[in-house]
């Protein structure tokens, strides 16, 4: 499946890095604990980070009823971005050079998630950050609820921009005798680091054994 | 040395997290290989990553002279935003649950790099990237860096947010019995992936070696 690329989504800046596979976005967005969001308010252009999750055709994130970002995404268009750096490009010549990511960009405008279906959405949220972990904590009380607002934006216009693999050097640097290949980085779970004594018990086991 | 807070960069949202210390900042943006920067022009608000490096007190960017978005931040005010995620914070209620991360804005209008000092900051960026690619690789030639355009932006009007540590529990809760304490999230340098058979020089074996 695949989104039709729009005025703001279709990329022009080297366009055979571009997807509008909804598989890519699906596969970057579930990758991804927080997504960047670009917007406006009287004093100008704000990129502020906060965490997100996708059910079905929606990414959502969630935030205090005061918040200023929040109110201010429901009045106006924005644009979220979520950018994974996979590592660095060795080539032979200093201006090929470059990084391998997966980023998407998601433009529209959030919509506040309903009451009746806010608890039904954060504890989706809960469960995939960990599996298993709503059932082994205090739920969220009503106050709780009521104090927060959860939003969510179509996934409908959108792009995602790939890059993978080794360099691209230039035909007449292919003869420069130097090491070239690719940096990796990755984002890794490290062992958990208890805050009690107690036993570590299944689901959070399962914390560095999840394939990303 | 700190950086005076303005209208744009008081925290509002937990503003016990908030640091606006000269050092956390360089240390969030030396850690990093891209940033996302928050702008506007005729189709709305976009939020673009890109890679950046600092020298001294501003942080810098480059790309191809077309670059959209470059021209248009020479026109205006935009938002800067480094976000470092470290862990995420088991708690004993659902919402309490939190993330630990490192962030920066920096708000402010970018400014070009006039000709003669782009090759400098080019190559400070290479550095920062690899310590001694610069000597193995082709330089970049004139029409090279004539095609590019490197821009930097003062990191005066700043903040960074920073939570660590473990989780913040309502006394209600603490008699819960789950377990609590951090799930850490770490950025590595894995194995370098070689493209051709040559062997591995110095400055690739230290890839892994790099504190961060």
Redesign the interface.
């Given at each position: 499946m695949k989104t039709h690329p729009t005025?703001?989504t279709r990329v022009?800046?080297i366009p055979t890095n571009a997807s509008y596979e909804t598989a890519t976005l699906h596969a970057i967005i579930d990758e991804a604990?927080?997504c960047?969001?670009?917007?406006?308010d009287d004093?100008?252009?704000?990129?502020?980070?906060t965490?997100c999750w996708r059910e079905g055709g929606h990414l959502y994130i969630h935030?205090?009823n005061?918040?200023?970002m929040l109110k201010r995404l429901a009045e106006?268009?924005?644009?979220?971005?979520i950018?994974h750096?996979d590592?660095?490009v060795?080539?032979?010549?200093?201006?090929n050079?470059s990084?391998n990511?997966r980023?998407a960009?998601i433009?529209g405008r959030f919509e506040v998630v309903p009451d009746d279906a806010k608890r039904s959405a954060?504890e989706a949220f809960?469960e995939q950050?960990?599996p298993g972990?709503?059932a082994?904590?205090?739920?969220?009380?009503d106050k709780?609820y009521a104090a927060?607002t959860v939003m969510r934006i179509s996934l409908e216009e959108a792009a995602c921009k790939v890059r993978a693999g080794?360099?691209q050097d230039d035909a007449e640097?292919m003869a420069?005798?130097?090491?070239?290949?690719?940096?990796?980085?990755?984002?890794?779970?490290?062992?958990?680091?208890?805050?009690?004594e107690?036993?570590?018990?299944a689901?959070?086991q399962q914390?560095q054994a999840r394939a990303d």
């Open positions: 005025t703001r022009r800046r604990y927080v960047h969001i670009g917007f406006t004093s100008g252009p704000h990129c502020i980070p965490a935030g205090s005061g918040s200023r106006d268009e924005c644009c979220v971005t950018t750096i590592g660095l060795m080539a032979r010549s200093a201006f050079h990084m990511y980023s960009m433009y954060m809960m950050l960990l972990r709503q082994q904590v205090r739920a969220g009380s709780e927060t080794g360099p640097d420069i005798a130097t090491w070239v290949g690719v940096l990796p980085l990755q984002r890794v779970r490290a062992a958990p680091i208890p805050a009690t107690a036993e570590t018990p689901h959070i914390w």
